[in-house]
Nanobody, 133 residues
Framework: EVQLQASGGGLVQAGGSLRLSCAASGFTFDDYAIGWFRQIPGKGREGVSCISDVDGSTYYADSVKGRFTISSDNAKNTVYLQMNSLKPEDTAVYYC??????????????????????????RGQGTLVTVSS
């Protein structure tokens, strides 16, 4: 059974930092793109960042480039999202999700597709991040 558990959210002032963790189990990291998505109340979902353990390919939404960093610790079955220079517009529920990789395409293409299209196979519960101004 696939399980994805996000944690690390909280209240932080603008300019501050948070690190989110996604504890994963029930699947092989190399078979999936793993990503962080966020949902803002009343607005749509955004793929924030995605990663493939196959070759380390990553994708970042333009809104977070240079501020957020995604990383994966296969030994701990955990994916992290380091968020720096947080802005009030980063306030959202963040959740992790996975998309099965298609061997016909490169991991980079799959990572970008997963994040931009949001076509995930499994998703976990979210963690709330609130950034005050």
């Amino acid at each position: 059974e696939v399980q994805l558990q996000a944690s690390g959210g909280g209240l932080v002032q603008a300019g501050g930092s948070l690190r989110l963790s996604c504890a994963a189990s029930g699947f092989t990291f190399d078979d999936y793109a793993i990503g962080w998505f966020r949902q803002i109340p009343g607005k749509g979902r955004e793929g924030v960042s995605c990663i493939s353990d196959v070759d380390g390919s990553t994708y970042y939404a333009d809104s977070v480039k240079g501020r957020f960093t995604i990383s994966s610790d296969n030994a701990k079955n955990t994916v992290y999202l380091q968020m720096n220079s947080l802005k009030p517009e980063d306030t959202a529920v963040y959740y992790c999700a996975i998309s099965r990789l298609d061997d016909r395409f490169s991991p980079l293409i799959e990572v970008v597709s997963s994040c931009k299209l949001g076509t995930v196979d499994y998703r976990g519960q979210g963690t709330l991040v609130t950034v005050s101004s």
